[in-house]
């Protein structure tokens, strides 16, 4: 595989031209499509299609603007071919990739930069590149609803109407119909943010021509985009429709607007909104296969999102596979850029083109350990992997406790005041000191690696002395490291003055794109998983309560999906604290909560489970049943009153 990869990688940075000569035998020859269509004569064009809603009300079906770029070739063979789509809410006001591209249009209307290099290089070998603006963004009718009916309604329609079964017209208003009589149908769907986000939510359509998904970055949840578990994480999803929509659109979607912000309460309260845009909990329609790509230090789009994801997808059978970096909010092709094309090519190759090339078989998961160094594993988690319950314990300073298999003694507390200056890198240089914003909890120093492999948990028993408190759980590997720099401006990367090349291009549509390298720096500590929660939403997420001050309540937070290796000679920690600033907005006000370490514990995802924690400090054998923890609670869709739910 390794040496596959590095003869695809010489072809791939070589320079590139374009084919004047097409062979109509097709364009697979030894496992793998091959350049053999022309990109500087591919047909350029833009039909809209209908999506038969009427977002902005104006007596009208709204249509979505299609932008295509297809090889000329196989059309007068007699040949269809298969399509990769990437339908965006960016392309006219932020801009794709790292150097932020934008459509441009020739004076016909006729599109001249796709942005990406998606149809430079797949193009020439077989391949429609599809752009779809989202509803209410750059030439597309309607308004954003933000992960709704109308932002999923606009890439499914064009499936759709690739497939025959919608409505496709040649101007916006008017026009000519038209069909897509070049495909075979059969869509691919990528995406970073909230393009990806669009790709999964089409996939829970079932819709039919839908083949596969490679979702970046992508939103699993909006409800977790915004909270996390009644903690709100940013202000509402109205400044998102705000910030892409076009200046017409703003002006005939008032009344959109206002749903969005009626519909999603700073409350932190699940409403019929976010069911709507609850994604997991209809994971059992998915056809496609999945590609999951995600940064484990994203704080973007965090990786609960990832996680909770991916773990529907495996129970209901779906065939998948994840690239899992040490980035922040990044895309692969500027993490591992000569791995991620090749690979990608193999994968659409596959499932678009039928082609029989064993990549459904690899290794199901590629993980970055440390900058650009990778390993795989054959299912992700790992076979071995299981929740792993330790115990919290005070130890001889106030707030430093241990984490370990011994259990705390009966009445035994450690307590914090909330602090809305201090964040989770505060609280981790500080893990081994006494201070008033938080309480620690370490292990002996390792004696053998540990690897967490999937989600987490920590339930937390706790006092508030006022009526309102937010929680965070994060988790630390403590000892010197060099990792991305995922706090840095482009979260892990940075650019160099050189170029290269991924297809072909025109005088309009470089195929050569600015190279990368890993921004890295040296640590003390690490920060690897995290999760928060209101204290109020403990026993349900449909409606937060006031906390009556000196009652003890119980919650358990869900930690972001992860996968790291703590390296023997360090320590693990666990920091429980209030609000994490920056990253959660902090509650009404300004709380001291006791933890009961007795009826508070952590589920940790151990690859060897018990017998992988080995530590120079002395711990109890566990029981036969492992430390006693409350029950974990069910997943949010399924703590929604059915009656709640949309469909």
């Known amino acids: 595989m ?21 062979r109509d035998a097709g364009t697979v020859r030894q496992g793998l499509s091959q350049p053999d269509y022309s990109y500087a004569d591919a047909i350029r064009e833009s039909v809209w299609v209908d999506t038969g809603l009427d977002g902005d009300a104006d007596g009208r079906t709204d249509r979505v603007a299609v932008d295509i770029v297809r090889p000329s070739e196989p059309a007068k063979a007699g040949r269809k071919i298969p399509v990769i789509m990437d339908a965006s809410p960016y392309y006219s006001c932020c801009g794709r990739g790292n150097e932020s591209q934008l459509k441009t249009y020739d004076a016909n209307g006729h599109i001249v930069q796709a942005p990406l290099f998606y149809d430079n290089y797949f193009v020439p070998r077989g391949y429609a590149a599809v752009l779809v603006d989202l509803a209410g963004t750059n030439r597309s009718d309607g308004c954003v609803d933000v992960g709704g009916r109308s932002d999923i309604q606009s890439a499914k329609a064009v499936v759709d109407w690739l497939n025959g079964r919608a409505k496709g017209y040649s101007a916006r208003a008017g026009g000519q119909s038209v069909t897509a009589s070049w495909t075979t149908g059969a869509v691919g769907m990528i ?3 909230w393009d990806g986000t669009i790709a999964n939510g089409v996939a829970v359509t079932g819709v039919r021509g839908l083949k596969t998904i490679v979702p970046i970055s992508a939103i699993s949840s909006w409800y977790d985009y915004s909270f996390h578990q009644g903690a709100p994480l940013q202000d509402g999803p109205e400044w998102l429709s705000d910030y892409v929509e076009t200046p017409d659109a ?15 309460p700073r409350t932190g309260d699940w409403t019929p909104f976010w069911t709507q845009r609850d994604y997991v909990k209809d994971a059992d329609n998915v056809r496609a296969s999945v590609f999951a790509v995600h940064g484990m230090q994203d704080l973007n789009v965090r990786t609960k999102n990832f996680g909770q994801w991916w773990d529907a997808l495996a129970a209901h059978g779906v065939e998948r596979k994840v690239w899992l970096s040490q980035t922040g909010h990044v895309d692969p092709f500027d993490t591992r850029r000569t791995a991620w094309v090749p690979t990608l090519q193999r994968w659409f190759d596959h499932y678009l083109l039928g082609v029989r090339n064993g990549i459904e078989r690899e290794p199901m998961a590629d993980i970055e350990r440390t900058p650009d160094q990778w390993t795989t594993d054959r299912v992700w988690p790992p076979a071995g992997t299981s929740a792993t319950a330790l115990n919290l314990r005070s130890g001889t300073t106030p707030g430093v406790g241990t984490l370990g298999l011994k259990p705390a003694a009966h009445g035994s507390t450690e307590s914090f005041t909330d602090d809305p200056k201090l964040g989770e890198e505060d609280w981790a240089s500080a893990a081994d000191a006494s201070t008033s914003a938080k309480t620690a909890f370490t292990t002996g120093t390792l004696t053998k690696d540990l690897r967490l492999s999937g989600s987490g948990s920590v339930t937390v028993t706790a006092t508030s002395s006022t009526t309102s408190a937010h929680l965070s759980a994060v988790l630390v590997d403590l000892g010197p490291a060099t990792i ?5 401006a ?15 291009s025109t005088a309009g549509d470089s195929a050569c794109f600015l190279d990368t390298a890993a921004d890295t720096t040296t640590v003390s500590h690490a920060v690897f998983s995290r999760g928060w929660a209101d204290v109020g939403h403990f026993a349900s997420l449909s409606h937060g309560v006031p906390l009556v001050p000196g009652k003890p309540y119980t919650i358990t937070l869900k930690l972001a999906a992860t996968d790291h290796v703590i390296p023997a000679g360090h320590r693990l920690a666990v920091i429980i604290a209030g609000t994490d600033n920056g990253l959660i907005l902090p509650p009404g006000t300004t709380p001291k909560v006791t933890v009961d370490l007795a009826r508070s514990g952590v589920r940790l995802p151990l690859v060897g489970g018990y017998g992988a924690l080995r530590t120079s400090a002395a711990t109890a054998a566990p029981q036969a049943r492992g430390p006693q923890l409350p029950a974990a609670p069910r997943p949010f869709f399924e703590r929604i009153p059915a009656a709640a739910r949309l469909g």
Do not use: M, W
């Open 191 to 193: 995406g970073k943010s």
């Open 250 to 264: 703003r002006t005939h979607c008032a009344a959109q607007q206002q749903k969005i912000i009626d519909g999603s």
């Open 484 to 488: 991305r720099n995922y706090l840095g």
């Open 2 to 22: 390794v040496a596959v990869l590095a003869a695809l990688a010489a072809v791939l940075t070589a320079p590139t031209v374009a084919h004047a000569a097409t």
């Open 490 to 504: 482009k979260e892990g990367i940075v650019n160099l003055t050189t170029r290269s090349c991924f297809g072909d």
